[in-house]
Each structure stands twice: as structure tokens, then as C-alpha cells.
């Protein structure tokens, strides 16, 4: 069987096993009727978000499609239209699953721990191997389609797989933005909300069914860390394996029948892993010591190592040997030394995960030291938690740039494209990690409203605090693999920019001003963008508390528990905010690289405005990468210091520190689930839309 | 008379003025013995910190003095011992003026609003010049007696004068990163401290004599917004006008006597600039709206609009006519074309002054937004101001931008550097207006202490209010001239390169990961080094606040007035953490550059090494000139969010929205006043050690 083909019949298998697991998820006992009302409610305000969210972004789908039809032709549109609805599909399944999880995780608690973490860590599995099994059948099968039915070549003249795959990669990145960045809002300013009126105005408990915003928090939980995170690892998938692929075809170009197995070789990749994943959700287990984040590393640990072997084998079918090599420019590549630069991959993302945990997890100096700040006030806190934020990026960049220079050494830049294809080869593993969070966070507050006894209330919040780490690791694992994935788009660029336009020289050196330019331009993005996402949480929020305030003074029955709060009206409020917060942001990143390209372009010519567009591709990156890291670190740093205080410690519940804690705790949460997380599909969007405007240039 | 005699002359009028001015400052009455005593306690504790903050930087001194004699000779260690020395003077005279100057102003408000702010201008603007006039003389009597006495001559292969500024410029630089840091710690960790333990936990109000804190956080200002920020604007003078000649020396090369009129340029542009200066601290009075932010205006821009024919002569001297030209590579530069690129520089000035009072002033959106969020409580307070601070480094880096193209089309990059200059050409002035702010902060201090009437303390507080906005704009102005200053930078680093290692092909190209590399890890610096500040200011508060609760229990007859608190205990505590806080993250921008170059040689050979360290003196100014501004912006906008809300707005003092807005203050002190302006010097530092490692590299 050909590379291609194999490819998809792995990617398949991800889809059974989500069938298979999904099956036996729904079927666990959905607890009593109370417990199946309080989530028939946060189902149903979930599906209404998603419903209005996508129905808004098909607005914008549909007119971008007319656009690229119009300029770059049916193959980018069509792709396109994929990379969107299966973007879209990837994030409502997740949503789906996790939604009906809840209740029957609150449930399976009932009967201890382990058998509450069995449930909701399938519950994310089945999210995290369908993002990473749609997203590459959505390539595998497109690049069938096209080099198959629809007689398209690679390498050569024929640019429809290049442009197909662009496409594709643009329609899963624009819903991706609009999905983090609305169900960001939707769900911080639930919790914002929430907490600011609920805990500290009318000092009832969190999840208190009381309070009119609980249910639109719940929801959010699901709108925002489940299906904004699903679609945006998608898109990750999606850029990353597309750009390798891209990169393959342009840097090999036409060298005949071996182009196509090189070229599917990242798929073929991302399919077994896809079987490694499953392998490791398996061993995701309780030892003796009841260590929960131990159990999820065991699974990690598993799938990592069995993937070493995997991708040895993947390689060897591709190339036909290890040994066998491949000549690009002046170097000669070997399987070996792609098989090197995937290591480089694996360790990069064992060490993220390790870092993000030393920065979020309760046991190491970073938290506590924010935890001990609270006893001095709520300014303390806020000054130790961004100074944690600072210093959280250093680690992280020091491992980048390090598998960026050992990667370069061993194969080039196709060695870099590698490293970031086999860290995303994992994200069935990583999503699932991450996706099992929002699934505890509500099955708490059943539990809460649902006035289960206390012991499982203490299970669910034991399996939340290990959420709150695996939550910052999968965001510190997509910006990290966005750090070298932006790299190869970059070169894909640099390339098309070479064969487009032949005749101009682009000087890209650092010693041209325009180069500066277009990197403090592009550093700026994501400055901008995390502003008008803080301003959106922090005004949607408000309103939510202006909503509840209303709804206490109007219904005084709902204090004394005596009538219901309207908690759609509140849904519905926060929906409505959150949708009209999300569109201009968004597409600030799709509107720069055009303006900086025409900008300068009038200003000093075609080619000092390409070279600002290239720098801009990278200022995006050397400054998102910073902003990024630092609010996912951070804020899930503030988040533990606030668990950390609630242990018992510094004075714990109640206290002083405590409410420090909860400050710290709040400013944390638009950065960690806001802002933070929507960068790095900003990130991406920059880049595919400077691809898409090289080849319209190039075609008008 | 030559270019250098003038502007030595005009220098010297600068020095002149700081001695009739400061006759007439200390002139003034010092108020009573009360008042009095306290100011003696405020200098002493302000002599002694400097007294050991200057020993300890002499200890690192005198190493690099005697490894810059050993590597690159006598000429670069006596640069380095001239800017040292000078830097500190700069800072020392600025104390010395400061600590008596408020007194005098306490002592002068209770005649009304304009004596005191006449007297807190004037000692404002005897700082502001002598830091200008000591600069300006710095560079130009050493170059006139390297290029007179000393027989070296410019142009050509004798290297001695490029040497020797650029060890000027370290030396300015490394005093100033010390000065800044420790300075900051100092103010900051007092004043947060004295604020957490006295308003927080004892419910004193600001300034009350019965906090041991309080004497440490007056000495604070002193040394730290204005000893500090002395030093830090002798540096930035230095190195930008320095630059600017190495520059035109390493352009022009060889064409004989019109080099040397050229070199001297800048200075000359430098002097007639103090003398536009000193003309414009004679505007800075009240009008009859009695608007103090009006006159500061009004002075400022006297300054501004007469530097314009000023600089016209200037340049019309030198070059012998503003029609003559000179020839930079295949360009023709006239001296028209270099006046209109200064007339960007003071444009880039007064752009952004102007946003830096949108963004901190309280008549605005942006701090009424963090005022109204501070009615939902501490966090969203701190959200909204993070999200300003984001936002506020927008419009300044489209000013920068703009600038940079600009002057790049009319005079290419000799242009950008005389942008710079002429930004620089206004120190005077500008650091007149921020040296004010301390000087009326601590009246305030010495008026509440010394129980005078509550108009004076409401004068006080009216000139003070301004002064949280001054205090911004020469934070966003100083590092604003340092995105213009370290292209120019990079350009000798790159000129020189050139020069050292003709047989070298270095590849700057972004397409080349190395510099990648380079430009992450640059980037990365800033966000180190803050995290660095502000970990520091949070542990030394911390230490405030267990000395003053001690104090409080050991003696309980301070409370009731009975006994006096042990202030010098304080500020002997407070020394010695700022000192000990300020050595290692002032040695990370020194030895980053040198770990960049020898580990990327290391792996990937010395052409990748150079390109890697050119990349990471770019990445750390594309980094760091977001971190600075959105630190400085917001710090002044949470500052004066609290003010406004004293002022009675959202409930007015001691309302719950007030203690929200003092945590956002809190937070924003070590923003604004240890990290975030401490990044100016580290950007000049890095840059000038990878010069100074280019040269001893040659030379080895």
C-alpha cells in the first residue's frame, strides 16, 4: 500500500476508536434527575452558543470563499470550505462529548476516584483522537482527491495541491481564531462574572445554583476549553503537517516518483501515532499513590516512546530504507536524520509539558512563591504572579532554540518542519490530556448544584487541579510547535516569493529598515490583539454582573432558594457579547499583512513591501511567542496558587491570602483562556494569509 | 570658531545655568525646623544609599576597566572610566539638588500653586540640563582632546576615536542600568512596603511619620526617579549622540577635513538645543486656567519650535550652507535632508508626549476605564489596566515606525540617526519636566509629616499628579529614542563587522534560523530581566514590611505618637536589598551577548555566531520596546486611575473601588519604576558588548 493510502486507514482508526469509546461513555449512568436537568441546561446553552458562533463565522466564511474563488480558484476555495467545516465539526464533537460527559462523570465519582477519572479521560480521548484523526484525513484525503481523482501533479508546474493545502490550512485557521477567541470571551467573562457578583458581592460559594451565571460558566467551560480548544489544535495539526508537506514540494521540486512518499511522509507519521495515542490512553491509570497527574504521564510516556519505534518504521516505508537519502540544494538528507529531527520533536514536547508543570503544578517554587505573595495583599500576589509570568518564558524559549539549532544541524530546514510535524503527530495524546479538564470542571458543579455529598465534590476538584496544569501544558505545546512551524512557513514563503516573482530581489537582511519594520509591526499584533481580548472579557463580564444584579433585586425569591434564577437570559447575554466581541480581533491578523504589504509597498517599492511582509511573518512570532507563554503560564499559575491556598495553606479557605488568591486568580483567567491561547492561531493566520497574498499578486 | 569649540561652549552654558539656578533654589526658605529635620533625615538615608550603591558599582567597575585596558587598550578604559564617572555625577547632582529642593517647595506651596511650582521646575530644570550639558561636554571634550592633544585622527585606520566613545557609552550605560535597577528596587520596595504594612494593616494614611517606612520611601524618589533616571538619560544622551558620530565616521571614511565638521554635528545640534532648552524653562508658568500640565506644555514647546531654526543654523555651520552635500555610498545626502529628518526626531517627541498623556492622564478614556473597572473589585481593575498597558504600545510603535521610514527615505540610515539626535537634542527639557515629580512627591511627604496646613498638601498633590504623567513621558520617550538608537547601533555593529572580518560572509537574512535564534533569545532578554525587577521589588517589600512590624510591636509608643520610629533601620534594610537585587540581572545584558556569540560559534561556526548576535541586538530592542512601553504606560495609567479616584470619582477615597485601584497602583509601581524603564539601558548594553566584543575579537 502506498504511503497515502495507509495514512488513511490510520486516520480511520481514530475515528472507530472515538465511535467505539464515545459508545461506551454515553452509556455510563447519567446520575438522578436533578443531576440530568442541571445538564440538559448547560448542553442546550452550549449548543446555542456553538449554533450562533458558527453561524456568524459562515458569514465571514462565505465571503472569504468568494474571495479566494475569485482570485486563487476552486482548489483554495474548496480547501478552504474543509479546513472551516471540519474545524468546525472538530469542535462541536468535542463539545458534544464533553457535555454529556459531565453528568456521568459527576456520577461515576460517586463510586470513587478512579472510576471518575476513567470516564472523563475517555471522554477527552474521544475529543483528542478525533481532532487529530479529522485533521488528517482532512489533508490525506484531500491530497488523494486531488492527485488522484482530480489528476493533479506534485512538484512541477501545477500548483493545485500547494494552493489546495493553503486553502485548507486557511479556513481551519480563521474558524480556529474565532472559535478561541469567542469561546475565550464566552467563557471568562461567565467566570468573571460569575465569581465577582456570586462569591464576592452576594458571598455564595462557586457553582452555587443560585447564582443566574453558574450555568452560563458551566457552558463556558465547554463553548471555551473544549471546542475553542479543539478547533485551534486542529488548526495546529493542520498548518503543521500541511506546511512540511508544502515545504517538501517546494524545496524538492520535480524529482519525479519519489516526491510523492516524501511528501505524504508527515501523514504517514501522524498515523501511527494516532495508534500510539490509542495505545497510551490505555494506561492512563491510578497507581497505588492515587497520583492523578502521575496516571496522565504514564499515558503520555507511553504513547511518546512507542512512537520512537513507529515513526522509525513510518519513515522506513517511505523512503524505502532509513539509510536512503534525498538531495535538497546541496545536501544530501537521509531517513536517519529526519528520524533524528522527530526526536527533536518528541523531546521538545517532553520538556514543555515538564516545564509548564515545574510553572503551573502546586509542588514547585513558581506557585507557591505566588501563594505565599497573597499573605502581604492582593498587590503582591498580582506583582509575584506577572513576574512568574515573565520568567515562565525563558525555559521554553531556551528549548525552542534549541531544537531549532540541532534540528537545522541534522537536516535543514526540512529537519526544523519535521521536529514540529512529529510534536503534533502527538496531539491526540495532548488534547485528550487537556480536554478531560473541562469535563471535570462540570461534572464539580453538578456535583455542587446537584447537592451531591461533599466526598465527591473532593474527587472532582482533586481530578480539576491536575486540569488547570494539563490545560496550560497543551497551550504551551501548540505555541511552542507554532515557534517552529512559523519557521517553515516563513520558508514557504521565502520560496514562493522565488518562484512568483523571479525578477525582483527581496533583501530579507537584518540591515534593511523595512526588515525592522515589519517585525516591531509584526511583534505589535500580538500586543493588540491580547488588549482587545482583555478589554472584551473585562466588558462582557460586567455586563454579566449588571445582568445578575438585576436578576437578585427583581427575584428576591432566589436568595432564599425559593425560586429559580433565569439562567438562559444570562447564556443568552454572555453569547450575544461574546460573538460581537470576537470579530474584530480576529481579523486584525488577516487584515495587517495586507495593509503592511500595500503600506510599504507605496511607500518603497514591491520589494522592500514584500520584505516587511516576510518580517512582519516573523515579528508575529518572536512577539506572540513571548505574549503567549507568558499569560498560559501565568495565568494557570495564579489559578494553583489560589488551589494551593485552599489546601490549607497560608491560612487557606477564607482567608485573607485567600482572597488575594482569588484576585490573582481572576486576572489570570483572560489571560490563560483568552488571549493567551487565540495567539497562536493568530499567529498562523498572518502567515497563510501572506501565502495567499503572494499567489493572488502573483496571479493578477 | 569649529563645530567642537561651539558646542563645547554651548555645553558649558548648560553647566552655568545649573550653578545661578541652584544659588537660587537652595536660596530659597527651607521652612521650619520640623520640616527641616525631616528633610536632613530624607538626604542623609538618599547620600548613603548612593554612597554605597557607587562603591559597589565601582567594584565592577574596576574589573572592566581593567579588561577593557587589557583587550582594547588604554583609549576604550578611559572612555569607560569618563561615562562611569560622568553618569554618576549625573545622577548624584540630580539627588543632591532633589532632597534640598523639596523641602524649599513644601516650604514655597504654602505662598500658593505657582511658588511651588516654580521652585520644584527649576530644580527639575537645573537636573535636566546639567544631565544634558554633562553629556554633551563628555563627548565632545574627549573627542576634541583624542582628536587635539592626543593626535588621533578620524576617518582612516586609527580606530582610537570610535573606541573611545564607544567605551563612554558603556560606561554611561552600565552605571545607568545600575543606577536604574537599584534605584527602582529601592523606591519600590519602600514604597510598596511602607503602603502595605502602613495604609493596608496599621490603617495610617500616605506619608503619616509614624511609619518606619516612610522616611525609606521619600529617600526612594530621590534615588531612584531621580538619581536613577539621571543616569539612565546621560546614558541615553550619550550613546545616541555617540552613535550617531561613530556612524558618520564609519559611512563617510576617508574624505579628509569635511569629516570632522560632519562627526561633530550632532554635537553641535546638541548645543544649540540647551540653549532652546534653558529659553523654554522660562515658559513653564501657570496661565490663568491655573493648569499645571498647560505650562509644562507651554515650556516644552517653546523649546520645541525654536530648536527648529536652531538646528537649521547648526547644520547650515557645520556643512557650510543646509544646500551642501555629501555622498554616503551611491547616495547624496544634503544638509536640508538631515534637518528634516531632525524635524522627525522632535516630530517622534511630541507624538509621544502626547500619547503618553492619552494613555496616563486622568482626562482619558484609558485611566477612567481602569477607574470604572475598579468598581467590580481588585481583579477587574488589574485586567483592564493589563489590557491598557497592552494596548498603550500601539500608537507609539506606529510613531516609531513611521519615523523610521521617514527619515530612512530622505537621508537613508544616517537620517534615522539624526532623528534620534534631534530626540535626544531635547534631554533638557524633557528630563526637567520628570526630575519635577520627585521633588514635589517629596514636599508633599515633608508636608504631611511635618503637619502643615491641608491646602499645602492639597497644592502638593496637584503638582505631584502631573508628575505621574512626566514621569511617563520620559520613560516612553527615552525608550522610544532607543528603537531609533539601536538600528543606528546595529549599523556600526554590522559597518564594523565588515571592517574587522573583510574575509567573513555573515547572512543577516531572516531566512538564515540562526538569526532566528538570535532574535528570539534577544527578545527573551527583556522578559528575563523583568522578571528579574520584578521579583526583587516583591521580596525586598516583603522584608519592609517584617522590619516595620517588628518595629511596631517592639515599641508601641510609635502608634501613639510617644516615640519615634527607627527610620534610618529602614532605610539601611532597604540599601542593602536594592544593592544585593541589582548585580545579577544587571550582568545579563552583559554577558548574554558574549554566551550568544560563543555558543552559536561553538555549533554552528563564527559566521553564524555574528549573525546570531546581530539578530539578538535586534530581537532585544523588537522585544523589549513593547515590554517598556506597556510597563511604563500602564504603570502611570493604574497610578493615576487611583487619583482619579480620590479626586471623588466611583466613590472617592476609602470606598471599596479606592482599594481596588490602590492594588492596581501597587502592581503598577515596580511596572513602571524598576522593570519597565530599566530596559532602556539593557537594549544600549547589549549592543555596545557585542561592539566591544567585535573589537576585541579583531584584535585577539
Not at 455542587?448 to 497543551?474: I, Q, Y
Amino acid at each position: 500500500m502506498n504511503t497515502l493510502t495507509i495514512a488513511i486507514v490510520l486516520g480511520l482508526m481514530a475515528i472507530v476508536y472515538g465511535f467505539i469509546t464515545s459508545r461506551h461513555v454515553l452509556g455510563a449512568d447519567a446520575g438522578n434527575t436533578k443531576m440530568q436537568a442541571i445538564a440538559a441546561a448547560i448542553q442546550e446553552g452550549a449548543e446555542a452558543y456553538l449554533r450562533r458562533q458558527y453561524t456568524t463565522i459562515a458569514i465571514v466564511g462565505v465571503i472569504v470563499v468568494a474571495i479566494l474563488a475569485g482570485t486563487l480558484g476552486l482548489v483554495s476555495a474548496a480547501g478552504f470550505v474543509i479546513g472551516a467545516l471540519l474545524s468546525g465539526a472538530a469542535g462541536f464533537i468535542g463539545m458534544t462529548i464533553s457535555v454529556r460527559a459531565n453528568v456521568r462523570t459527576a456520577s461515576a465519582a460517586q463510586d470513587g476516584l478512579q472510576a471518575g477519572l476513567t470516564l472523563a479521560f475517555r471522554a477527552g480521548a474521544i475529543t483528542g483522537l478525533l481532532v487529530a484523526g479529522l485533521a488528517l484525513l482532512a489533508i490525506a484525503v484531500f491530497t488523494w482527491y486531488l492527485t488522484g481523482p482530480a489528476g493533479h501533479s506534485v512538484g512541477g508546474t501545477d500548483r493545485s495541491v500547494i494552493e489546495g493545502l493553503t486553502g485548507l490550512a486557511f479556513g481551519a485557521s480563521l474558524i480556529s481564531i474565532f472559535a478561541r477567541l469567542g469561546g475565550g470571551i464566552f467563557t471568562k467573562a461567565a467566570d468573571v462574572g460569575a465569581d465577582l457578583v456570586g462569591k464576592v458581592e452576594a458571598g455564595i460559594p462557586e457553582d452555587d445554583p443560585r447564582n443566574p451565571a453558574v450555568i452560563a460558566d458551566n457552558v463556558g467551560d465547554n463553548v471555551g476549553d473544549c471546542a475553542g480548544m479543539a478547533a485551534d489544535l486542529f488548526e495546529t495539526y493542520v498548518v503543521t503537517v500541511g506546511a512540511t508537506m508544502i515545504l517538501t514540494a517546494l524545496l524538492l521540486g520535480d524529482i519525479g516518483a519519489r516526491l510523492m512518499p516524501l511528501m505524504t511522509l508527515p501523514l504517514l507519521i501522524g498515523g501511527v501515532c494516532i495508534v500510539t495515542s490509542i495505545i497510551g490512553t490505555f494506561f492512563v491509570r491510578l497507581g497505588r499513590s492515587n497520583n492523578i497527574m502521575g496516571a496522565m504521564y504514564k499515558g503520555f510516556l507511553v504513547s511518546a516512546l512507542l512512537s520512537i519505534p513507529a515513526i522509525w518504521l513510518a519513515i522506513s516505508h517511505a523512503l524505502g530504507g532509513v539509510a536512503s537519502t534525498f538531495t535538497i540544494g546541496a545536501r544530501d538528507v537521509s531517513g536517519l536524520d529526519l528520524f533524528f529531527c522527530t526526536l527533536v520533536g518528541l523531546a521538545i514536547t517532553g520538556l514543555i509539558i515538564w516545564i509548564t508543570e515545574y510553572y503551573t503544578g502546586t509542588n514547585y517554587r513558581p506557585v507557591k512563591s505566588i501563594a505565599r505573595a497573597s499573605v502581604t495583599g492582593h498587590g503582591t500576589n498580582v506583582i509575584q504572579g506577572l513576574a512568574i509570568s515573565l520568567e515562565a518564558t525563558a525555559l521554553p524559549t531556551l528549548v525552542i532554540v534549541a531544537g531549532i539549532v540541532i534540528a537545522y544541524q541534522i537536516a535543514g530546514l526540512l529537519g526544523i518542519a519535521y521536529a514540529a510535524t512529529a510534536m503534533l503527530a502527538l496531539a491526540g495524546m495532548v488534547v485528550a490530556l487537556d480536554a478531560y479538564g473541562p469535563v471535570t470542571d462540570n461534572a464539580g458543579g453538578i456535583a455542587e448544584m446537584a447537592g451531591l455529598d461533599d466526598s465527591v465534590r473532593a474527587r472532582t476538584d482533586a481530578l480539576d487541579a491536575v486540569g488547570n496544569t494539563t490545560k496550560a501544558v497543551t497551550k504551551g505545546y501548540a505555541i511552542g510547535s507554532a515557534g517552529l512551524a512559523a519557521l517553515v512557513l516563513f520558508a514557504a514563503y521565502t520560496t514562493d516569493l522565488k518562484a512568483f516573482f523571479p525578477d525582483l530581489t527581496v533583501d530579507f537582511s537584518l540591515e534593511n529598515p523595512y526588515v525592522i519594520v515589519g517585525l516591531l509591526l509584526g511583534a505589535l499584533l500580538p500586543y493588540l490583539f491580547g488588549a482587545m481580548g482583555m478589554t472584551a472579557v473585562g466588558r462582557a463580564a460586567g455586563d454579566v454582573v449588571r445582568d445578575v444584579r438585576e436578576q437578585f433585586k427583581a427575584n428576591p425569591g432566589i436568595m432564599t432558594f425559593e425560586t429559580k434564577p433565569d439562567y438562559a437570559r444570562t447564556v443568552d447575554l454572555v453569547t450575544k457579547a461574546a460573538i460581537k466581541e470576537m470579530i474584530v480581533p480576529s481579523l486584525l491578523p488577516v487584515l495587517a499583512p495586507i495593509a503592511v504589504y500595500f503600506g510599504i509597498t507605496l511607500v518603497a517599492g514591491q520589494e522592500n513591501g514584500f520584505a516587511a511582509l516576510g518580517a512582519l511573518l516573523l515579528g508575529v512570532i518572536v512577539g506572540g511567542l513571548f505574549v503567549a507563554l507568558s499569560m498560559t503560564s501565568g495565568g494557570g499559575a495564579w489559578d494553583n496558587a489560589k488551589k494551593y491556598i485552599e489546601d490549607g495553606n497560608f491560612g487557606g479557605k477564607g482567608s485573607e491570602a485567600h482572597k488575594a488568591a482569588v484576585t490573582g486568580d481572576t486576572v489570570g483567567d483572560p489571560y490563560k483562556d483568552t488571549a493567551g491561547p487565540a495567539v497562536n492561531p493568530m499567529i498562523k493566520i498572518t502567515n497563510i494569509v501572506a501565502l495567499l497574498l503572494l499567489a493572488a499578486l502573483a496571479g493578477g
